[in-house]
Structure formats: C-alpha cells, structure tokens
C-alpha cells in the first residue's frame, strides 16, 4: 500500500527493522557486487590492516539500511535521493550470531512536489555506523 504525501507530517516514524548478516551474506554480496576485498571475508587479512574483524560491504550497509524507507512507501522507485556518511564499519563476527543493522527513520522535511526527506539511524552493537543518512522520496 502506498504511502500518500497528504498522510505524512514531520516526526513521523516509520517502522524499525533489524537485518541480520552473517559471513555467507556478506560472500553472496561479494559476488553480487564483484566486491571481492578481503576485508570483506578474511578474518586474517582484515586484522593485518587493523580491523577488529570482517567487516559488511559499506555499500550492503547502504542498500540495507534504505530498506525500511521503500518499505514504507511500498515503492523502490518512489526513492529519489540517497546518500549517508560511512562513520564506523559494521563487525561481522564468524559465528551463528554475525551482525545486526538496527535502522529507525522519521520523515525530517515536507518538500516540493509531494516528496519528503526522511532521516535514518543506523546503528550497530549500539553505535551509530552510517552518519547523516537521509533520503528522499517521491509520494503519492
């Protein structure tokens, strides 16, 4: 069902989701993406250049965390805007546990044309990973 433009106020939430992400999640995105850095899959390797421990694609933590703003317009293709700033890795560790992304949003700003601009907290482990995380979206 499609969110409507007329429905929407600022501080609206929307709804928060949590997406788990394992070790295999991160190498069926490495061949996805032809991402393949070891960063992404070698626990050696990451630490030898300083990581605690493999870390997601920051791109995956990207594509992710906007899930929660195309789910709530019910449309991909109402996004028309998005861009974030990487602040921390998301840590992924080798176990049946890996990772969760924790992502609330709020519409922030009624614009033009019927769009909104809608602020995301992304988090993982309790810290923030993607910073000024915003998008926009084209309503009905």
Not at 21 to 39: M, Q
């Amino acid at each position: 069902m499609a969110v409507s433009f007329d429905e929407v106020e600022v501080g609206t939430e929307l709804p928060a989701q949590s997406f788990p992400v394992s070790r295999a999640t991160l190498v069926r995105y490495a061949g996805a993406s032809l991402d393949f850095n070891p960063i992404h899959w070698n626990e050696r390797f990451a630490r030898e250049v300083g990581l605690p421990d493999v870390i997601a694609h920051g791109m995956f933590t990207m594509a992710e965390a906007v899930r929660v703003v195309t789910d709530w317009t019910g449309d991909p293709a109402s996004l028309v805007e998005y861009g974030v700033r990487f602040t921390r890795p998301v840590v992924v560790p080798d176990d049946e546990n890996g990772a969760v992304i924790e992502v609330t949003a709020k519409v922030a700003q009624l614009l033009e044309d019927r769009r909104v601009r809608v602020d995301l907290l992304v988090t993982s482990v309790g810290q923030k990973v993607l910073g000024m995380s915003r998008a926009v979206v084209q309503l009905s």
